[in-house]
């Protein structure tokens, strides 16, 4: 069983690793299954991060017989940030469970990210980041048609292809940052939480599997 933690960095490297790992023997066999079992919760996991499929399962099975092995069980919730699967390599079986780790993948920041937001969000912010004391953070607030188109294309560089780009950045034209609806909060997102609940502030997360991303009630 490995216990993995996520950054698109590692998931990269360890679809890498495994043309290397093309041995028979049983412990190369073992290795095998573990390295089938790690790229399949891997991959399973990233589906489930920002601007995923969501299709987990699916993502999953694709990765264990692109290493050699098949899928025997996936704990993959849709939106969740933990996947565990279980997978074969002829009869040897191996387990890895993947965490997202969203301080990692936080998006880019920007400094003065409370400009350029709808005043009703820019004050909701002000109001929530004041109250938290320093403990929230913003990270990312109101983003330029040209400010997205950059991290888009820098998302394209680092990942090589639209399809995985897409699964971190959304295309230009297609973010909520962009019309000065939605911030990326940092630091403490329990306490942010419990403090647009206390203090009736008009944000919500839209998504699970973006846990940092807040938009203004519509
Ligand atoms: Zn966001």
């Given at each position: 069983?490995?216990?993995?933690?996520?950054?698109?960095?590692?998931?990269?490297?360890?679809?890498?690793?495994?043309?290397?790992?093309?041995?028979?023997?049983?412990?190369?066999?073992?290795?095998?299954?573990?390295?089938?079992?790690?790229?399949?919760?891997?991959?399973?996991?990233?589906?489930?991060?920002?601007?995923?499929?969501?299709?987990?399962?699916?993502?999953?099975?694709?990765?264990?017989?692109?290493?050699?092995?098949?899928?025997?069980?996936?704990?993959?919730?849709?939106?969740?940030?933990?996947?565990?699967?279980?997978?074969?390599?002829?009869?040897?079986?191996?387990?890895?469970?993947?965490?997202?780790?969203?301080?990692?993948?936080?998006?880019?920041?920007?400094?003065?990210?409370?400009?350029?937001?709808?005043?009703?969000?820019?004050?909701?912010?002000d109001r929530l980041v004041e109250a938290s004391e320093g403990a929230v953070t913003v990270t990312s607030g109101?983003?330029s048609r040209e400010q997205q188109e950059r991290l888009y294309r820098a998302a394209l560089n680092e990942y090589?292809?639209?399809?995985?780009?897409?699964?971190?950045?959304?295309?230009?034209?297609?973010?909520?940052?962009?019309?000065?609806?939605?911030?990326?909060?940092?630091?403490?997102?329990?306490?942010?939480?419990?403090?647009?609940?206390?203090?009736?502030?008009?944000?919500?997360?839209?998504?699970?599997?973006?846990?940092?991303?807040?938009?203004?009630?519509?």
């Amino acid at each position: 069983m490995s216990l993995i933690f996520v950054s698109i960095g590692l998931l990269l490297t360890l679809l890498l690793a495994h043309f290397s790992a093309d041995l028979a023997d049983a412990s190369a066999l073992k290795a095998r299954a573990q390295v089938a079992a790690d790229a399949a919760a891997l991959a399973a996991v990233a589906e489930s991060g920002p601007y995923g499929t969501g299709q987990p399962e699916r993502v999953a099975t694709a990765f264990a017989r692109a290493n050699g092995g098949r899928l025997l069980d996936c704990e993959c919730r849709p939106g969740a940030v933990e996947m565990e699967v279980t997978v074969a390599v002829h009869d040897v079986v191996a387990r890895a469970r993947a965490l997202l780790d969203v301080e990692l993948l936080g998006p880019a920041s920007f400094s003065g990210a409370v400009h350029g937001l709808d005043p009703k969000l820019a004050v909701a912010v002000d109001r929530l980041v004041e109250a938290s004391e320093g403990a929230v953070t913003v990270t990312s607030g109101y983003r330029s048609r040209e400010q997205q188109e950059r991290l888009y294309r820098a998302a394209l560089n680092e990942y090589g292809s639209p399809e995985i780009a897409d699964n971190w950045v959304a295309p230009p034209g297609g973010s909520m940052h962009e019309r000065g609806l939605a911030v990326d909060l940092g630091g403490d997102l329990d306490l942010a939480v419990r403090l647009i609940e206390k203090l009736g502030l008009p944000l919500y997360r839209r998504l699970d599997n973006e846990p940092w991303h807040f938009e203004l009630v519509p």
